[in-house]
């Protein structure tokens, strides 16, 4: 973080700057997003009687002796892509077996009866989600069923047989107070490791491989991004009859960016210093053209507001040019500003 940073105003600009947005910064409901979650090496472990003594013992590749209505299997696999984005992490689940049927005149045994048919376990999933340089970015909290009837309005080829539907019931960091719903299917041409015993050790999972899966979701996030304003370095707004030109560097101000550290406390307004630094992964494009983000950071005194510093692409002859942003894979509105 650069120390010569224009992190302060004089009073008159900043009073300047905050009626510059009266009437531009009322909360708005923020609309779903997909979220597409690639997971490898998944393997999942199931209590098959084993006794506790002899759980994650065995060294070599093991097979459960049985999914029984009323167990339980424990599932381990990482995060590999967000949206197509190199990224890291951990899904882990916990399912109670259910294996429910709607035969009721000649029911299978070991089935549990029941109006649905299909669902085979119940149970919690949880994403711990990394950029792709390790920094922790947030959490996802699923629970809901694998296999069984395809809810409604889900769209096309979301799902299936290999699959689950879960609602997202919270998360944390950029997902804090996420809602919405996911599926999963396994990836069609990928290797299916299957089921493995209690007794197998997890420690040698990846070595031994498991399937690949994909986990769309319909993300409806708590907060979005959006741009509230773009000035010049000077803090006059940037306007077509001054617009940014290809090369300059340019302060937007920008709502929804999520946590910064080292971090404040929850309604509290960011200090000068530290220089709080936003956490969740930033992407801009103006005009379509990807934009250098130099500095990305909570704005000091103010709450939920943040400065992106970012050097003005070479655009089209355009006389405006669509500034977008993504923070955490969640993208905000467009935002016109004049180039040149």
Not at 165 to 177: C, E, Q, R
């Amino acid at each position: 973080m650069k120390t010569d940073m224009r992190v302060c105003m004089t009073n008159a600009v900043a009073a300047l700057f905050l009626l510059g947005w009266s009437g531009a910064i009322e909360a708005q409901a923020p609309n779903s997003v997909k979220l597409e979650i690639v997971t490898r090496d998944l393997s999942w472990y199931v209590a098959d009687g084993t006794p506790y003594a002899n759980y994650a013992t065995v060294q070599q590749r093991t097979s459960p002796s049985a999914y029984r209505a009323f167990g339980y299997y424990t599932s381990l696999s990482d995060v590999v892509s967000v949206n197509g984005r190199p990224a890291k992490g951990v899904n882990t689940s916990w399912e109670n077996i259910l294996r429910l049927s709607t035969n009721s005149t000649n029911p299978p045994n070991g089935r549990a009866i029941a109006d649905v048919n299909g669902h085979f376990t119940q149970g919690t999933q949880i994403f711990e989600i990394l950029q792709a340089d390790g920094t922790p970015v947030g959490s996802l909290v699923l629970q809901g069923f694998t296999n069984g009837p395809v809810p409604p309005g889900t769209p096309n080829g979301w799902g299936g047989d290999t699959g689950g539907f879960y609602s997202i019931t919270g998360g944390t960091g950029a997902f804090l107070g996420a809602r919405g719903y996911c599926t999963g299917f396994q990836r069609p041409g990928t290797p299916t490791r299957g089921g493995a015993s209690a007794a197998e050790d997890p420690l040698r999972r990846r070595e031994r491989g498991g399937d690949e899966f994909v986990t769309p979701c319909n993300l409806i996030p708590m907060f979005v991004p959006e741009i509230v304003s773009v000035f010049h370095a000077d803090f006059t707004p940037v306007t077509a009859a001054r617009p940014g030109r290809a090369g300059e560097i340019l302060i937007a101000s920008v709502r929804g960016l999520g946590p910064t550290v080292p971090g404040v406390e929850p309604g509290a307004p960011f200090p000068a210093s530290p220089v709080q630094t936003v956490n969740s992964p930033i992407e801009m494009t103006a005009g379509g053209q990807p934009v250098e983000v130099l500095n990305q950071i909570g704005w000091p005194g103010q709450e939920n507001l943040y400065r992106l510093d970012f050097r003005v692409p070479k655009v089209d002859a355009s006389a405006t040019a669509m500034l977008r942003i993504t923070a955490a894979w969640i993208p905000g509105p467009a935002y016109p500003i004049a180039v040149q």
